[in-house]
């Protein structure tokens, strides 16, 4: 269930190892985190008083996941070795502040879970193409000074 409000939080990293998700068995490497400090739009900070830790899923289960994941690991310090990872090994996350994006998303039985995730960095992309010919011809359509011709016209000038 959803135990944080959405937005950006720093979170300090409890734990991490590898596992799979889902029906699929989707390989992901998880990094436990419990929230400590939420930053509002307004710019104002607030100490969380976290109760619920919750796991970032970076996805392994494609190149490019494994290459957003790396991507990612190694803004965390992580040299490239994927055992390295592993509880116990030479890359320990534990203790460190990540900065993550909290959204809710629904479950098929109607549940709001919370999903923390790192911020997107990439570049930004529109999705829309102008098409030149809808705006010439919205203006060929509308006429303001046309509807303002109409309104003057007297009820004697009216043919009926």
């Not at 300090?12 to 400090?37: C, D, S």
């Not at 965390?76 to 809710?104: A, I, Q, R």
């Not at 930004?124 to 046309?146: F, G, H, Q, W």
Request: aromatic content about 10%; some cysteine; proline content about 4%.
């Amino acid at each position: 269930m959803a135990g944080y409000d959405e937005g950006r939080y720093d979170c300090t990293v409890m734990g991490q190892g590898f596992g799979v998700a889902g029906k699929n068995q989707t390989q992901y490497f998880g990094i436990e985190v419990l929230p400590h400090k939420r930053y509002m739009s307004s710019g104002e900070e607030f100490v969380v008083d976290a109760k619920f830790t919750r796991t970032v899923k970076l996805w392994m289960n494609s190149e490019g996941n494994v290459e957003r994941s790396a991507a990612r690991l190694k803004t965390l310090g992580w040299d490239g070795k994927f055992k390295d990872l592993e509880p116990g090994g030479s890359c320990d996350l534990t203790g460190l502040t990540v900065t993550l994006e909290n959204s809710h998303r629904e479950s098929p039985d109607g549940k709001m879970w919370d999903d923390f995730d790192f911020p997107y960095d990439g570049p930004v992309e529109t999705t829309i193409s102008n098409d030149n010919s809808i705006a010439a011809k919205l203006d060929r359509m509308y006429k303001p000074n046309a509807k303002k011709a109409k309104a003057e016209t007297v009820d004697e000038e009216v043919p009926f």
